[in-house]
C-alpha cells in the first residue's frame, strides 16, 4: 500500500505547481509602480562632532569615596606631625614590594592576645601583618585592624620635589 500512496503523491505534485504559475502580476506590478512614483524622502544630515574637551582632575590627594573613612581621630593624630616624609632608611617589608591593588585582605587571625590580618599577594602567598607593618609601594603603614578591612596610610609625593601627602586607603575583605 506504500508503494501506491507514493506513486499518487508523485503524480499529484506536477499538477499542484502547475496551480501556483501563472503569470498575472498586473496587481503587484501596479504597486510598485506608485511606490517608485512617489518622491524621496529627506535624509537628516549628519550631526555635528563636539571636540571633547580634557578635565583635569584636582582631588587626587583626597580620600577615594569608594573607601572606607578611617576615624578621624587617627587621621588628627597622623595629620599632627609637621614634616611628612618617608622613612628611607628603615629596612623595607616583604609586601612592600607588591601594588596596593594586588594585595587582598583574606581573614583574621587571633593568638596569644595578638591580632593579625591575613594578606594575600598577588603570586599567591598569606602572610600576617598587624598595627605598625608597612605594605605597598607607597610606604603604606597599617594604622586601624577590623574583621572585614585594613585601614593603610600611604605617603605619596604631592608633585613638588620634596613634597610628600598622607593618603589615607583600605583594603577590604575579599568576597564580603
Same mark, same amino acid.
Given at each position: 500500500m506504500k508503494p501506491q500512496l507514493v506513486r499518487v503523491s508523485l503524480l499529484a505534485l506536477p +499538477? +499542484? +505547481?502547475a496551480g501556483c504559475g501563472g503569470g498575472d502580476f498586473s496587481d503587484l506590478d501596479a504597486f510598485m509602480a506608485e511606490k517608485r512614483a512617489r518622491p524621496g524622502?529627506?535624509?537628516a544630515p549628519i550631526p555635528t562632532?563636539?571636540?571633547y574637551e580634557a578635565f583635569a582632575y584636582s582631588a587626587t590627594a583626597m580620600r577615594s569615596p569608594f573607601d572606607r573613612p578611617i576615624e578621624v581621630r587617627? +587621621?588628627?593624630q597622623l595629620q599632627a606631625i609637621a614634616a611628612v616624609k618617608p622613612d628611607d632608611n628603615r629596612p623595607k617589608e616583604f609586601l612592600e614590594q607588591f601594588t596596593f591593588d594586588s594585595l587582598q585582605m583574606v581573614g583574621t587571625l587571633e593568638r596569644g592576645g595578638t591580632e593579625w590580618s591575613l594578606v594575600r599577594d598577588p603570586e599567591g602567598g598569606i602572610h600576617r601583618v598587624t598595627l605598625g607593618n608597612y605594605l605597598g609601594r607607597n610606604h603604606g603603614k597599617v594604622v586601624e585592624m577590623t574583621d572585614t578591612y585594613l585601614a593603610v596610610v600611604e605617603i605619596v609625593s604631592d608633585g613638588t620635589q620634596d613634597g610628600w601627602v598622607e593618603r589615607p586607603r583600605t583594603i577590604e575583605m575579599s568576597g564580603i
Amino acid at each position: 500500500m506504500k508503494p501506491q500512496l507514493v506513486r499518487v503523491s508523485l503524480l499529484a505534485l506536477p +499538477l +499542484l +505547481l502547475a496551480g501556483c504559475g501563472g503569470g498575472d502580476f498586473s496587481d503587484l506590478d501596479a504597486f510598485m509602480a506608485e511606490k517608485r512614483a512617489r518622491p524621496g524622502g529627506v535624509i537628516a544630515p549628519i550631526p555635528t562632532f563636539k571636540a571633547y574637551e580634557a578635565f583635569a582632575y584636582s582631588a587626587t590627594a583626597m580620600r577615594s569615596p569608594f573607601d572606607r573613612p578611617i576615624e578621624v581621630r587617627d +587621621l588628627e593624630q597622623l595629620q599632627a606631625i609637621a614634616a611628612v616624609k618617608p622613612d628611607d632608611n628603615r629596612p623595607k617589608e616583604f609586601l612592600e614590594q607588591f601594588t596596593f591593588d594586588s594585595l587582598q585582605m583574606v581573614g583574621t587571625l587571633e593568638r596569644g592576645g595578638t591580632e593579625w590580618s591575613l594578606v594575600r599577594d598577588p603570586e599567591g602567598g598569606i602572610h600576617r601583618v598587624t598595627l605598625g607593618n608597612y605594605l605597598g609601594r607607597n610606604h603604606g603603614k597599617v594604622v586601624e585592624m577590623t574583621d572585614t578591612y585594613l585601614a593603610v596610610v600611604e605617603i605619596v609625593s604631592d608633585g613638588t620635589q620634596d613634597g610628600w601627602v598622607e593618603r589615607p586607603r583600605t583594603i577590604e575583605m575579599s568576597g564580603i
